[in-house]
Each structure stands twice: as C-alpha cells, then as structure tokens.
C-alpha cells in the first residue's frame, strides 16, 4: 500500500491534474508532466491500485452550481447512534459530504439542492432521524473556491 510520503513529485502533479480534470486524456497528461504515456498510464493504475484514487467524479460546471442552495449542517448526535446516523444521511441524496469533528458539534453535513424550500425539507428530515440531539444549519451565499 502506497503511503502519502511514498509520493514523488511526479505523483503530487499527477493528481493535482487529475482533480482538474479527470476525463483528461493520457497523452495529454504526459505532455504537461513530459514524460512518456505509458509511463503516466502505469503511475495511474498504481495509484488506484493502492487506493490513493479510489475513483472519479463530476464537478457542476459554474452556470448549475450557481443555482444550487448550499448548506453546513451541525448535527449533534447520541454516540450510540453514529453509525446507524451516519448510513441513513448517507441515503439521502441532498447530502453530498459528511465529516466527523470536534467541538460542539459531533458531525457536519454539507447540503445542495435546488431551492431553499427542499433544504428546509431536508433539515426537518435530518432533525427527526434516530440519533440527532440538535442542529444548526447555515446557508452558503457564495463559495469563494473549491479543490
């Protein structure tokens, strides 16, 4: 298994154009790395191999992603009760990340949907789940960048 500190260089850039662009083609990342396309295609399917890409996704283009309402969700929750938490907001398709933290809070949510009208849903949905002692919920009104 490849450990972050197993990393070089040519690994870092790799993936930093992968995030840009995923569906970048082989040839085109070799040119930008200069190294050969066999080469970039095998340091691929090593770091998916070890895990390091554990798979690829879609970033929303601006024009959609501007229409989307965001939210962060903190959610207080019975420790008992986390993992089973944890599976049944993982069901609900408005929530795109859930992390654990400190402080306060036990979890975060982050929320996206289209109006405010089914993020109110969703919250009232996350506030009656098995397990959540309490919320507090704020609306996004701009992402300034994203990774």
Same mark, same amino acid.
């Given at each position: ?42 340091? $691929? ?7 390091? $890409?554990?798979?690829? /996704? $879609? ?26 938490? /944890? ?13 654990? $933290? ?46």
């Amino acid at each position: 298994m490849i450990e972050m500190t197993d990393l070089d260089t040519t690994d870092r850039q790799l993936l930093a154009l992968l995030r840009g662009n995923a569906r970048e083609p082989v040839a085109a990342l070799a040119r930008k790395l200069d190294l050969a396309r066999s080469t970039v295609q095998e340091r $691929i399917a090593r770091l998916e191999r070890a895990g390091v $890409i554990a798979g690829y /996704t $879609i970033r929303a283009g601006e024009d959609y992603a501007g229409r989307q309402i965001l939210a962060h969700v903190m959610i207080s929750v019975d420790p008992k009760m986390a993992a089973p938490l /944890t599976a049944d907001l993982k069901k609900m398709p408005e929530v795109r990340s859930l992390s654990a $933290i400190s402080g306060t809070y036990d979890m975060m949510a982050g929320l996206a949907a289209e109006t405010t009208a089914e993020i109110d849903t969703v919250l009232d949905a996350i506030g009656h789940l098995k397990g959540v002692q309490k919320t507090m919920s704020s609306i996004v009104l701009s992402v300034k960048f994203e990774r």
